[in-house]
């Protein structure tokens, strides 16, 4: 970490801090912190959810009493902190330099360059003539772009940014919910949309801040048969459009991916990983220790430590912003099956209550939190995707062709089994060999997936746009 030092460039006083690829600012009042909000929000630098100004914490910004060693009342005050990446600290500084010019002032006065020399000369034109005779040849990008280069295109096209935003914020989705097509359509039209983030939810329900080739990394939405054409996913199709639309563009994928698996994050990873797994033990040993009475009824001990576990998932997968590392541990679903049937013959047999409870609400709400391209894995058939060598069909439908992956009743009242395809399974399909198939073909498919991620976890320098 660098040593603290006042910020030069902001117009309110600020200590900074360099850190991994991050910038601190401490401010030392509530008017500063405001005033520090207000910009970063106006010029979309990060977005409103990111935004909590006082005692509470937030993953980007945190306010923090503080009282000095005479602990006297007199001297307490409030220090508000902000975490930016690198990137969103340079657009800062060159915002904070763009609001100090005068109006022929370029973005950066010191230097005499052929673009700012342009930009001012744009900037000056008549505010109308940007809007709509200029502006009607501009993309919705294009316009944000220019908006966060120069203060006065920022004032004339400070309406087009939400657009703009939403856009992106579109695009990042349709990559979240595994839509290929789509997002390749969306590329077609406009590359630079790699080059931004944005905080989305997932089907599963977890939100997400990061670029479409982040979020596709973070979801192992990635080939099994690398440097096979017709098996591209997503991962492969958004570095194709790097490497072939973007200047630079191999360069700034791997300043994505270093930024998307930070040093350190193996051990984040391995820690998720233990607990997981503690809680899975923990459930699999409440349903075993169960007891069943003559009806066939289980007590409730073993309902309740399913309740906890799937509490336990949700907590785990949602109470936080995922901006780095994967969005699953896809070993969670391989120890649950691993269990079912190492329990199948103390647990009762075929369609026991017991082996009821642990196929549907516990693998099942293990795979209620699968990410969107291994649900269309699933409904495919894991075994056919590893067979075949064809990319994965970007369907959510089972077999039954009128029900969803991510049905309300999954983990509820079914669980999904996949070999050849994908289909809804309740009570009757609670057997030890079905479930032992459904764990083989998912291994064979996470090795494969798993083994080609290894070329993409090695952390570099990290600095991108950001929205």
């Keep these: 970490m660098m040593p603290s030092e006042k910020s030069a460039i902001l117009a309110f006083p600020a200590e900074r801090q360099e850190t991994n690829n991050k910038v601190i600012l401490t401010l030392p009042d509530l008017t500063a912190a405001q005033q520090l909000k207000k910009t970063l929000l106006e010029n979309s630098i990060i977005t409103d959810s990111h935004i909590i100004i006082g005692q509470e914490s937030s993953p980007r910004i945190k306010g923090k009493l503080s009282e000095d060693d005479n602990n006297t009342s007199e001297k307490i005050s ?65 316009k944000k772009s220019l908006a966060h280069k120069n203060r006065h295109l920022s004032l004339w096209l400070k309406d087009e940014i939400k657009p703009a935003n939403d856009l992106i914020r579109q695009f990042v989705t349709l990559v979240a919910h595994g839509k290929k097509d789509e997002v390749e359509a969306m590329l077609k039209d406009d590359p630079r949309l790699l080059l931004y983030k944005a905080e989305v939810v997932d089907e599963a329900g977890r939100t997400l801040y990061g670029t479409a080739y982040q979020i596709a990394l973070g979801a192992k939405d990635i080939s099994i048969h690398p440097g096979v054409k017709e098996t591209e996913e997503m991962a492969e199709m958004i570095e194709r459009y790097f490497k072939e639309k973007i200047p630079d563009g191999e360069k700034m994928m791997a300043e994505q991916k270093a930024e998307q698996f930070p040093k350190g994050w193996e051990d984040e990873e391995k820690i998720r990983k233990q607990n997981d797994s503690v809680a899975l033990k923990k459930v699999f040993e409440a349903i075993k220790n169960a007891k069943v009475d003559q009806n066939g009824q289980l007590d409730k001990s073993a309902e309740e430590a399913v309740k906890t576990f799937q509490s336990y998932l949700k907590e785990t997968q949602t109470r936080h912003i995922i901006k780095t590392g994967y969005h699953f541990n896809d070993a969670l679903f391989e120890e649950a099956c691993q269990l079912y049937e190492d329990n199948y013959s103390d647990f009762g047999g075929f369609n026991s209550p017991k082996n009821r409870l642990a196929a549907i609400n516990v693998i099942g709400g293990i795979q209620a939190y699968f990410t969107a391209n291994l649900a269309q894995a699933a409904c495919t058939g894991f075994k056919r995707c590893v067979d075949e060598k064809k990319a994965i069909v970007r369907s959510k439908l089972l077999d039954d062709k009128r029900t969803l992956f991510f049905d309300s009743k999954l983990g509820v009242g079914h669980f999904v089994y996949s070999y050849f395809s994908g289909r809804v399974c309740m009570s009757a399909y609670c057997h030890t060999a079905l479930v032992r198939r459904l764990a083989w073909s998912f291994s064979q498919l996470m090795s494969s997936k798993n083994e080609n991620m290894d070329r993409v976890t090695q952390p570099k320098a990290a600095s991108f746009l950001n929205y």
């Design 78 to 142: 409030y220090h508000y902190t902000f975490e930016l990446t690198s990137t969103e600290y340079q657009t800062l500084q060159e915002i904070e330099t763009n609001v100090n010019a005068t109006p022929h002032e370029t973005t950066k006065p010191k230097q005499d360059t052929s673009t700012n020399k342009q930009l001012s000369f744009f900037a000056g034109l008549p505010r109308e003539v940007i809007k709509t005779e200029i502006g009607q040849y501009l993309s919705t990008i294009d």
